[in-house]
């Protein structure tokens, strides 16, 4: 299944995205989609073959059950979220999850290349 997957990853452009989690500033900024590639598209998302580990063999692999996977899965969904609909539900939203999203998280693209942005065809007519 990932072998599909990986195949958004430079399509979505996922590397360009980074999260931090504010209330831990002194941690790295996670960027769980830097390492995927298409030869070992499971293995190659170090957090994510961890959680797969944990979730076929708890008691073999209970170590790999870390805070830090955790938290690189929890990034690489909020960016997953923004690449499908968009930040602004998460972080413009009159909302509580915005409330925490804004509180708690960062999200930026880092050195994206403006070429690969979308930019709505605008028609208008001069009155």
């Excluded at 360009?16 to 500033?25: G, R």
């Excluded at 830097?34 to 944990?54: A, C, F, G, R």
């Amino acid at each position: 299944m990932s072998k599909d997957f990986v195949k958004l990853n430079a399509w979505a452009h996922l590397t360009d995205y980074e999260i931090m989690f504010k209330p831990f500033a002194n941690l790295r900024p996670f960027k769980p989609f830097d390492d995927w590639n298409e030869e070992k598209p499971t293995q190659s998302l170090i957090w994510y073959d961890k959680y797969n580990h944990v979730k076929h063999d708890r008691a073999q692999h209970f170590t790999d059950a870390s805070l830090e996977t955790a938290l690189n899965a929890i990034a690489a969904n909020i960016i997953l979220y923004s690449v499908q609909f968009g930040p602004y539900l998460l972080s413009n939203f009159p909302s509580a999850l915005s409330s925490y999203f804004n509180q708690y998280i960062h999200l930026s693209l880092v050195n994206p290349d403006v070429r690969t942005f979308y930019i709505p065809k605008l028609l208008y007519s001069q009155a």
